[in-house]
């Protein structure tokens, strides 16, 4: 018998798709049984907070020069430019959380999700997230209702890219309902954890 590892969770797919709703139900699931097993990376980034976003909760909300400068003091595990501002996971509470065997879940872009793979290659699985058409995907943008018309075509545009890029991933949910795509990610996670080289 070994220690537990801890395991990467690195959840992409258009903005829109749900990825924030179904990460915060597998959470749910997973600390309901155990509070310790479960970790959330918090990223920073320099876009404006939305609604009731709050500084530490949901994102660090940093200027481009303090983005810039975790960066370049290494504080930064992987960064992404995405409609103009920066996102990026900071290094020490995810070596913290992988080091204590916790499952931690990430809400990234594609190119952050394939170099967290990339950084650790046997303990991080990577899930890409569809909606069920691009129709359902434009209402769900509109009835967030937090995006301008011109912004909500932007992430539209954005998204078609995104999807024709779903196959680079290890696995693909549809999210048709909440429940169903989160009892998917927790069977993608128990087979991870069965994976004989991670045991
Ligand atoms: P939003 O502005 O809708 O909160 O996020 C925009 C995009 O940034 C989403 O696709 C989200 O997954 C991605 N994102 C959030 N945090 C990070 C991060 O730390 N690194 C990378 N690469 N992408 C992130």
Redesign the pocket.
Known sequence: MSSKRGLIVA??????VG??TVLGAVEEFLASSDANAVGR?I???T?KP?GNEQDGV??YFKTVEEFESLIEEGE?I???K??D?Y????AEPVRRMIGDGKVVL????????L?LKRFFPEDCVTIFILPPSMDELESRLRGRGTEADDVVKA?MDQASK?IARAGEFEFIVTNNQIEQARDDILSIIRAEGLKKARQ
Do not use: H, M, Q
Not at 87 to 90: D, I, K, L, R, V
Not at 106 to 113: L, Q
């Open positions: 959840v992409s797919g258009p903005s829109g990825k924030g990376s990223s920073a980034t876009r939305r949901e994102y930064i992987e960064y992404d995405y409609c501002n996102y990026g996971t900071p990430f809400d990234i872009t594609i190119e952050g999700s170099a992430r995104e």
